[in-house]
Nanobody
Framework: VQLVESGGGLVQAGGSLTLSCAAS????????VGWYRQAPGKQREFVAE???????TYTDSVKGRFTISRDNAKNTAYLQMTSLKPEDTGVYYC???????????????WGQGTQVTVSS
């Protein structure tokens, strides 16, 4: 099973970007999906997550600006980012919990990351 992020790029402060995280493969059930980010010289930090029941959690610094969502039919999660600030710059990683299709196994995977750069 693979996680592939897309949608990163360069944007001016105040702008918007939408990131996508698509899970592909076979014999899996996608559980909770989260987004993390890592700024240069800093540790990776939690940004947001969404459960299979669409319950969402956000870190305080993005509340009101970012929206996480998912399309279960497409096994894809999204992170809509608005009112972007230079401090939002970093590599954004998708993280997901999976079950095997018979629930006999469980694992967590990370995507490869996508760069988001917000210029001032």
């Amino acid at each position: 099973v693979q996680l592939v992020e897309s949608g990163g790029g360069l944007v001016q402060a105040g702008g918007s970007l939408t990131l996508s995280c698509a899970a592909s493969g076979s014999h899996f059930i996608l559980n909770t999906v989260g987004w993390y980010r890592q700024a240069p010289g800093k540790q990776r930090e939690f940004v947001a997550e969404v459960t299979t029941g669409a319950e969402t959690t956000y870190t305080d610094s993005v509340k009101g600006r970012f929206t996480i969502s998912r399309d279960n039919a497409k096994n894809t999660a999204y992170l809509q980012m608005t009112s972007l600030k230079p401090e939002d710059t970093g590599v954004y990683y998708c993280n997901a919990d999976f079950y095997g299709s018979d629930y006999s196994s469980a694992w967590r995977s990370w995507g490869q990351g996508t760069q988001v750069t917000v210029s001032s």
